[in-house]
């Protein structure tokens, strides 16, 4: 428990993750990477100056999952005497992800990806955040990692999660990014804070279930091999450095927010939904 404390701690002061003065938001959806994140945060966090920690929670309104997640996400803050705010899906979209997925149920990852992104934001800043700290792990990097390099997607691929809240002014930090996903699951046993939880309907659906398999036997033959893609990731976004050009950043008609078109990728897929 010692030894990801520390690692986490200095993954945060070596990227200036988090500084002096920061209110973090942790995207807490009450699952184990955020459970973790917010347990090492509320250890961590009360010996730096003057920086504050709270937790947000989004309801998508997933049927069968979300309502006893939420309600460990509600436990967790209230236990360890965190401030909770939470927002759901109907209250920012209109209806809940079962609602709007009708019909569309093989998209549902993309579609729910976009949206939570946007509610996280929203969420963050009603709380008056300044960090927005998300539970992603290094098997879900090196998933992405290699989900960008199937899909061919180079600017995903090198972007940087904090580039990605551009215009929002709430970067994105994700201080577990290099401890595996057997580590935390460690420490969630050690702690006496696993908890069984019903898994989203949707995942069958998910690209990403499929990479986490290949992956996780990689990782078993070949050990370093999620963080071999990490590096890659590093090295290839520091030889593309200035040659991947993105569009220019325009403001979305409709709602306002920071896009590269003339709505943003949020208005659009609302749109498309017969929003
Ligand atoms: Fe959303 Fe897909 Fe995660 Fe379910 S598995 S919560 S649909 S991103
Ligand atoms: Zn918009």
């Known amino acids: 428990m010692a030894d990801i404390e520390l690692r ?3 993954t945060i002061k070596t990227r200036q993750m988090i500084v002096e003065g920061d209110r973090v938001a942790v995207a807490l959806s009450g699952g184990k990477d955020s459970t973790a994140l917010l347990l090492l945060l509320s250890r961590l966090i009360p010996a730096w100056q003057n920086v504050q920690l709270i937790a947000v929670t989004i309801d998508e309104g997933i049927a069968g999952y979300r309502e006893a997640t939420v309600k460990a996400a509600e436990d967790l803050a209230h236990r360890l005497g965190i401030e909770h705010h939470c927002i759901s899906f109907p209250d920012l979209f209109g209806d809940s992800l079962d609602v709007l997925l009708k019909g569309r149920e093989t998209q549902a990852c993309s579609i729910c990806g976009i949206l939570r992104r946007k ?3 929203v969420a963050a800043q009603r709380a008056g955040a300044t960090k927005l700290a998300t539970g992603h792990n290094l098997d879900d990097e090196a998933q992405s990692v290699f989900m960008n390099v199937l899909r061919g997607d180079l600017p995903r691929l090198i972007r940087n999660s904090g580039a990605d809240s551009k215009g929002t002014f709430i970067p994105r930090i994700k201080p577990l990014s290099f401890i595996p996903e057997k580590e935390i699951a ?3 046993i050690l702690k006496n804070a696993w908890n069984e939880l019903p898994e989203c309907p949707y995942t069958r659906y998910a690209l990403r ?5 290949i992956l996780s036997d990689f990782e078993y033959r070949h050990p370093g091999t999620m963080l071999h893609l990490m ?3 590093e090295k290839i976004g520091l030889s593309c450095a ?6 220019p950043l325009r403001t979305c008609r409709t709602c306002g927010d920071p896009s590269s078109g003339d709505l943003c990728q949020v208005c659009l897929l609302l749109r498309s939904l017969g929003r």
């Open 242 to 247: 200035g040659s991947v050009i993105a569009a």
């Open 209 to 213: 279930r499929e990479v986490r398999l």
């Open 8 to 10: 986490v701690a200095e």
């Open 231 to 233: 590096e890659s990731k």
């Open 186 to 188: 460690a420490y969630l």
């Open 119 to 121: 509610a996280l934001v």
